[in-house]
């Protein structure tokens, strides 16, 4: 039995808000599913957290929680039913028919403001208002609901456009029914076909897969002798692993739930579990691949964790919860305390999120951290798939530098197949070495072969050898670690002989060197001025005749190559040629210039030794014919 039906109209503001969400807002009419889903879900989260405290809540049905699809392909109708806590009259006309809550009329001038559908759908999705999704798939909307602890129901209908109707209704059970009227399929207008079990399917294993309520659906299938059978199907999985303590999780499981949402079929290299309590609450289940995706650098590349609201799939790739150089991690995050339809611009801005982030990325340096500490096979094999990617962050995080430094393995000239971490390089410097010396370059043979290398080599030097293009970012924009200066070997003054090891702290020859190259070397400032701005003795050669090096602050013409790539105007930045005072080419030119200054052949001479030094270490000539015809005809005269 039910009483006479009372119409009543919308707020005025709700009538503005149902017209926007039904024309305009929502850009997937699909969410739909997933938004009555979530309401039926967090019915039945209160009624059993209500039902702790409360024992007359306790009926006969509660004790299967649940939450039921029910379709009518006759009355085109689609049904979604809890058993969860329900809802008064009261509550209809407050949570309903009224949105009774202060900054309504600035939502929706925002909302009016507002250029395109994405930014107007998180607008909205700040507000909550979930249910209204309903009116974009269906004609009219019918909802039944009984409280629990309750004698008498309500009935609410409405087709969306101005007014409601509502009924005491008797006899209804505990929970929430809702009934969609559905419209046709248009697939111009993005409506599916929603009376379609496969696309019911589809839907809930998207967004409602973990949803801890089993989600059921009356199903039909045809048997080997054609007949038909009925059954009842549970639609998600319910498998929420990161809602369950880690002790009741097994490895084989993690690794099933990596390969499901990373496409990975390699087991991850590490898994981390958390759980966070307090003001926002949320878990956490990443995954450290054991291989890098073949996309891991390309401009495409996505942040690889998911984010969900209670359960509730929200988001791919969410780049508010990991920084592009965690891009490799895969994983969910699951925050109690969000709207289902936050947008990235709302993620990147909150506060709460910021904190969620800090801690994630914490836990990731950490786990790797640990790798590297108990398990220095395990780690080597995670840096050499990921290295590349966590030394952007020397450049990107300021706030974890430190952390990320000690991760930091490169190759050095210690060894030739391991590399070495910074902390170990400095556990073997010298007495009295207060400087960590590394060198860039293409490759490691480029590097080992460079004029650089000689001094450092013939004492005894360490040196890093770096090969990776952002080495040539991260270097400059970090002086020290852990209170030693990086320091590259190709620039600045090199003067090994000054080191406490050595046999004498100076060289007694010097001051005579310098004076037998006094003319000599401002005239090859002179002559190779387009190309030099300095030209100077070396203390680091030992067997080249010249090497080519920058002041401490220059830009490394490596990084001038990148920079001019991506299209930016570098102007040309001129570096030292430094010349080895005891090479035979070198005493030769000096006694050759000292005879004779004005001799042409002598700029040709000096020409070779720029160009010869620029391709020992890996550089372009800037007239390859011109250094080649300079070239055969210098070596014409000596035949």
């Known amino acids: 039995?039910?009483?006479?039906?009372?119409?009543?109209?919308?707020?005025?503001?709700?009538?503005?808000?149902?017209?926007?969400?039904?024309?305009?807002?929502?850009?997937?009419?699909?969410?739909?599913?997933?938004?009555?889903?979530?309401?039926?879900?967090?019915?039945?989260?209160?009624?059993?957290?209500?039902?702790?405290?409360?024992?007359?809540?306790?009926?006969?049905?509660?004790?299967?929680?649940?939450?039921?699809?029910?379709?009518?392909?006759?009355?085109?109708?689609?049904?979604?039913?809890?058993?969860?806590?329900?809802?008064?009259?009261?509550?209809?006309?407050?949570l309903i028919g009224t949105i009774a809550k202060s900054g309504t009329a600035g939502l929706l001038e925002k909302i009016k403001e507002s250029k395109d559908a994405a930014t107007a759908?998180?607008?909205?999705?700040?507000?909550?208002?979930?249910?209204?999704?309903?009116?974009?798939?269906?004609?009219?909307?019918?909802?039944?609901?009984?409280?629990?602890?309750?004698?008498?129901?309500?009935?609410?209908?409405?087709?969306?456009?101005?007014?409601?109707?509502?009924?005491?209704?008797?006899?209804?059970?505990?929970?929430?029914?809702?009934?969609?009227?559905?419209?046709?399929?248009?697939?111009?207008?993005?409506?599916?076909?929603?009376?379609?079990?496969?696309?019911?399917?589809?839907?809930?294993?998207?967004?409602?897969?973990?949803?801890?309520?089993?989600?059921?659906?009356?199903?039909?299938?045809?048997d080997a002798e054609g007949e038909t059978i009925s059954d009842i199907d549970t639609l998600n999985s319910m498998k929420a692993l990161w809602a369950r303590p880690r002790s009741e999780v097994t490895e084989d499981e993690y690794n099933e739930f990596y390969q499901q949402i990373s496409h990975d079929w390699l087991p991850p290299a590490d898994t981390i579990h958390m759980r966070a309590e307090g003001t926002f609450e949320y878990e956490a289940l990443l995954f450290i691949p054991s291989q890098a995706p073949f996309d891991l650098f390309s401009r495409e590349t996505r942040p690889g964790v998911q984010l969900?609201?209670?359960?509730?799939?929200?988001?791919?790739?969410?780049?508010?919860?990991?920084?592009?150089?965690?891009?490799?991690?895969?994983?969910?995050?699951?925050?109690?305390?969000?709207s289902l339809?936050?947008?990235?611009?709302?993620?990147?801005?909150?506060?709460?999120?910021?904190?969620?982030?800090?801690?994630?990325?914490?836990?990731?340096?950490?786990?790797?951290?640990?790798?590297?500490?108990?398990?220095?096979?395990?780690?080597?094999?995670?840096?050499?798939?990921?290295?590349?990617?966590?030394?952007?962050?020397?450049?990107?995080?300021?706030?974890?530098?430190?952390?990320l430094l000690e991760l930091v393995s490169a190759a050095s000239t210690h060894d030739p197949e391991k590399t070495t971490t910074l902390r170990e390089y400095v556990e073997r410097m010298k007495d009295g070495q207060d400087t960590i010396y590394y060198l860039t370059g293409e490759s490691r043979t480029m590097v080992e072969n460079s004029p650089h290398m000689e001094a450092f080599a013939a004492k005894g030097y360490e040196v890093l050898i770096l090969t990776d293009p952002v080495d040539e970012v991260w270097v400059d924009q970090i002086p020290a670690f852990d209170g030693r200066r990086l320091q590259s070997i190709a620039k600045g003054q090199v003067d090994l002989g000054e080191s406490a090891d050595d046999d004498q702290d100076t060289d007694p020859d010097k001051a005579r060197r310098?004076?037998?190259?006094?003319?000599?070397?401002?005239?090859?400032?002179?002559?190779?001025?387009?190309?030099?701005?300095?030209?100077r003795l070396s203390s680091r050669l030992t067997t080249s005749a010249a090497c080519i090096v920058g002041d401490a602050h220059d830009m490394t013409p490596t990084l001038e190559k990148m920079y001019r790539a991506m299209g930016q105007q570098i102007p040309p930045v001129k570096?030292?040629?430094?010349?080895?005072?005891?090479?035979?080419?070198?005493?030769?030119?000096?006694?050759?210039?000292?005879?004779?200054?004005?001799?042409?052949?002598?700029?040709?001479?000096?020409?070779?030794?720029?160009?010869?030094a620029l391709l020992a270490e890996g550089g372009d000539l800037p007239d390859p014919a011109r250094f080649t015809r300079l070239l055969t005809d210098r070596l014409s005269h000596t035949l």
């Open 1 to 94: 039995m039910g009483s006479s039906v009372e119409t009543l109209e919308f707020q005025a503001e709700t009538r503005q808000l149902l017209r926007l969400v039904i024309h305009s807002i929502y850009s997937n009419k699909d969410i739909f599913l997933r938004e009555l889903i979530s309401n039926a879900s967090d019915a039945l989260d209160k009624l059993r957290l209500e039902s702790l405290t409360d024992s007359s809540l306790v009926e006969a049905d509660s004790t299967d929680l649940h939450i039921s699809l029910e379709v009518d392909k006759d009355a085109r109708t689609l049904t979604v039913r809890d058993n969860g806590i329900g809802m008064t009259r009261d509550d209809l006309v407050e």
């Open 121 to 222: 759908e998180s607008l909205i999705g700040q507000f909550g208002v979930g249910f209204y999704s309903a009116f974009m798939v269906a004609d009219k909307v019918t909802l039944r609901t009984r409280r629990a602890g309750t004698d008498s129901g309500t009935r609410w209908e409405s087709d969306g456009e101005g007014t409601y109707d509502l009924q005491n209704v008797d006899g209804l059970p505990v929970g929430t029914s809702v009934t969609l009227h559905l419209k046709p399929a248009d697939s111009e207008d993005g409506l599916a076909d929603y009376l379609s079990e496969s696309k019911i399917r589809q839907i809930v294993k998207r967004y409602s897969d973990f949803i801890r309520w089993p989600i059921r659906m009356a199903t039909e299938r045809t």
């Open 341 to 403: 339809n936050v947008s990235r611009e709302i993620l990147q801005q909150d506060r709460q999120i910021r904190g969620v982030r800090r801690r994630l990325v914490k836990k990731v340096l950490g786990a790797i951290k640990d790798m590297q500490s108990k398990d220095a096979e395990r780690y080597a094999k995670v840096w050499a798939q990921f290295g590349r990617a966590l030394k952007e962050g020397l450049v990107e995080d300021t706030d974890n530098r430190e952390a």
């Open 514 to 535: 310098e004076q037998d190259f006094a003319a000599l070397l401002p005239w090859l400032t002179t002559t190779l001025s387009d190309q030099v701005k300095q030209v």
């Open 575 to 612: 570096r030292i040629l430094e010349l080895n005072p005891a090479h035979p080419l070198i005493t030769a030119l000096r006694t050759a210039h000292d005879a004779g200054a004005d001799d042409p052949a002598l700029a040709e001479v000096a020409e070779l030794i720029y160009g010869g």
């Open 308 to 338: 969900y609201v209670k359960r509730v799939f929200i988001m791919d790739d969410c780049e508010a919860l990991m920084p592009n150089y965690l891009r490799f991690v895969k994983g969910v995050v699951d925050a109690h305390d969000l």
